[in-house]
Structures are given as C-alpha cells and as structure tokens.
C-alpha cells in the first residue's frame, strides 16, 4: 500500500527532497509531497477544516509561491511529517541560560548556588523545556494536524557542525543529551510521534557528524543543514514508524 505523505517544513525538508530525488525507488510504499515554508512563526499557518491555511500576508506569499495557491488541502494525505520549524537541540541552550538542576555537572561542582540562573528539581526542568517545545512552530502545527485523524511525525532539525564547537556552542551537551527525550514526550503529548536524529549521524550530544552535512568541511559556511545522505536515513525512519 502506498501512504500519500505531506511533508511541511522549512528549510530542512530539502535533505529529505534531495535523497527522493536520487533515489526514488527507495521508498516504494510513499508518495511524499513537499510543502516549505520559511522563517514562520507559531501563529502564521492554521487548519481550517482540512485546509493548511496562512494566517499572515508572508505565509499567504510563501504558500502561493510553493503551493499554488492561497491554501493547501490535506484531505488527500494519508499521513504527515512535520520538518524543522524551529524544533532544534540548540533549544537547549534557552534551559541553560534559564535554569539549572541538581544533577547538571556543573552544579554538583559549584560551591555556590546562590548566583547564576535559577534552580529547579530535574523534574521542573524537564517540565519547562517540554513547554518551551510545545510552544514552538512544529508542535503547534503537528498538534493541529493530528486532530485530523491521522498518523503525524515530528523530525527536529539536524545537530549543527562540530565546528561550532571551537566558537562556544558546547558548553550545553548535557541539557543536549536530554534533548530527544523531552521531544518525545512532547510530541506525544499532542497525538503526534518524534523521530530522534539517527544515532549514528550525531557526534557526542550537540553536533553532526561531518559527511552528513551540506559542507561537511572545516571551512563550512553553511553550518546548520544535512545533506541527501542523511535525508535518506530519515525517510526510512518515516517509513518503518508508519509500516509498523
């Protein structure tokens, strides 16, 4: 049986349209269609009925650029994949400047608690990074989708380039590593199912594995996007989750 598959996203969903495009005949039980936004807030797209609807003049831009039209029907789609749209480990980084726990490293080492960010039981921390993602753009939106009905998974964007770690970026791998799992139980929170970043494609908490990446070397400008390889490996996690 083949599963119409609506893929809305941003600019993440290209990894995944790449890997289609060189290998089609990989995933003979989907008909993926691909639907992009770009920079879109949490409030900017909507249903209506069965209509993927823009609820500002930039989104009603970007939907008639890619859709053809001033909304998209998802009635024929058997299933959906929400893509990117802010769904990120980097939102760690947010608990980190926030907050703080017991059982964090850094603070078993401090020898005073009473300066820096606030603190918070393990529990209460986890509580308020699941509210963090469940008030962002891919959430709300695959939220929305499930009340139709139907299977959706949620694909966070990939880690970024290890390079950022000589600029700073990984002072948080432990917050990091506790990632996928608030995912999860936020996605499930709203009817909808995480797809973690392919164990193998990561490196340590926080980064990507170069040859997964757009520029996989040194000099890489573009830090932030994955490349065919790796959009195959999250289609066939789309594909098994919606087999089993």
């Not at 789609?77 to 017991?102: C, D, M, S, T």
């Not at 193998?200 to 990446?213: M, Q, S």
Request: one cysteine or more; glycine letters at 10%.
């Amino acid at each position: 049986m083949t599963i119409a598959l609506c893929l809305i996203g941003n600019s993440h969903v290209v990894a995944l349209r790449d890997a289609l495009a060189a290998r089609p005949d990989r995933w003979p039980g989907l008909a993926p269609r691909f639907h992009g936004f770009r920079n879109i807030g949490p409030d900017e797209v909507g249903l209506r009925g069965r209509r993927l609807w823009p609820e500002t003049a930039r989104a009603l831009d970007q939907m008639r650029r890619v859709a053809g039209g001033g909304s998209l029907d998802l009635a024929p789609f058997g299933a959906f994949v929400v893509v990117g749209l802010n769904l990120k480990v980097e939102l760690a980084l947010w608990l980190r400047r926030e907050a703080v726990w017991p059982d964090l490293p850094s603070v078993v080492a401090a020898a005073d608690l009473a300066a820096g960010p606030t603190l918070l039981s393990g529990a209460a921390a986890r509580a308020a990074y699941q509210g963090k993602l469940l008030a962002g753009t891919a959430l709300l939106l695959a939220g929305r989708l499930a009340d139709l009905g139907r299977p959706v998974l949620v694909v966070g964007a990939p880690r970024p380039h290890p390079v950022l770690r000589a600029r700073g970026a990984g002072a948080a791998l432990g917050l990091a590593a506790a990632s996928p799992s608030a995912s999860r139980a936020a996605a499930r929170h709203i009817g909808a199912r995480f797809l973690p970043q392919p164990a193998h494609t990561r490196r340590r908490a926080l980064f990507t594995a170069p040859p997964y990446l757009a520029e996989p070397g040194p000099e890489a400008r573009d830090l932030k996007h994955a490349n065919a390889a790796y959009g195959a490996l999250v289609l066939d996690q789309v594909a098994e989750a919606l087999a089993a």
